[in-house]
């Protein structure tokens, strides 16, 4: 069954330091991967997608994400962390490619200390 | 422009009764999918809207249904409430059927008694 492993619940980073939010995925084909980000009381907000191409993917908010096939991962990266990117992230995978039929994992809390 | 709103923004219910939770989608939008999320877990999807008829299901009872309307807007009804349906319910939107982007609402926040 697909599946979709966030192992880290809660990170804590410094303001202006990099971070990297792992995610791991177990699926039968090449999936559509995505990164959201979840701030309190508000919904998800899509932080950038990975279809087939480049392996590196940019997205919104200065992040991206690279996605190993070998590896079944696809981690997040921001090169320095500003005290707004304190939220919940969340990576998915459309279970069945093309139907956005999304498996989320639980989610890697992030906090920033100033 | 208006994104994904939803109503009402919380709701308390007691075991065994039925609640609706209402969802407009963006603009331009006429694909819907709902989806719960359990405190402290990702979104679990529950089913997707389009042309007014459910497409695709989750892993979740009958208990769980719901409607479209000609405007797009969508319904998400539970009947026969559990304490474990206590949860955020999470509505979004996207321009077709097969897109690559969702547009989530703010969610519903259901406790149930």
């Known amino acids: 069954a697909q599946s979709v492993t966030q192992p880290d619940i809660h990170i804590t980073v410094s303001e202006g330091a990099s971070l990297e939010l792992r995610c791991n995925y177990s699926?039968?084909?090449?999936?559509?991967l995505f990164w959201y980000v979840q701030s309190p009381g508000q919904g998800l907000q899509l932080l950038l997608k990975?279809?087939?191409?480049?392996?590196l993917v940019q997205g919104i908010k200065g992040f991206e994400a690279e996605f190993k096939r070998s590896q079944s991962s696809f981690n997040l990266r921001k090169p320095s962390v500003h005290w707004s990117d304190a939220a919940e992230y969340f990576c998915?995978?459309?279970?069945?490619?093309?139907?956005?039929?999304?498996?989320f994992g639980t989610g890697t809390r992030l906090k920033v200390l100033a | 422009d208006a994104g994904v709103t939803q109503s009402p923004t919380h709701l308390i219910k007691t075991r065994g009764q039925q609640v609706t939770l209402r969802c407009s989608p963006k603009?331009?939008?006429?694909?819907v999918s709902w989806y719960q999320q359990a405190l402290g877990q990702g979104p679990q999807f529950i089913f997707q809207?389009?042309?007014?008829?459910?497409?695709q299901r989750g892993n979740f009872p009958d208990r769980f249904s719901g409607h479209q309307f000609p405007n797009y807007s969508s319904e998400l009804n539970v009947n026969a409430l559990l304490l474990g349906d206590s949860a955020l319910y999470l509505c979004?939107?996207?321009?077709?059927?097969?897109?690559?982007?969702?547009?989530f609402g703010p969610g519903t926040r259901l406790t149930v008694l």
């Open positions: 979004a939107s996207s321009p077709a059927r097969f897109t690559d982007t969702q547009y």
């Open positions: 699926y039968g084909a090449t999936p559509y």
């Open positions: 990975y279809f087939s191409g480049d392996t």
């Open positions: 998915a995978v459309d279970s069945t490619s093309g139907t956005y039929k999304y498996i």
């Open positions: 603009s331009g939008h006429d694909t």
């Open positions: 809207y389009y042309e007014e008829e459910e497409r």
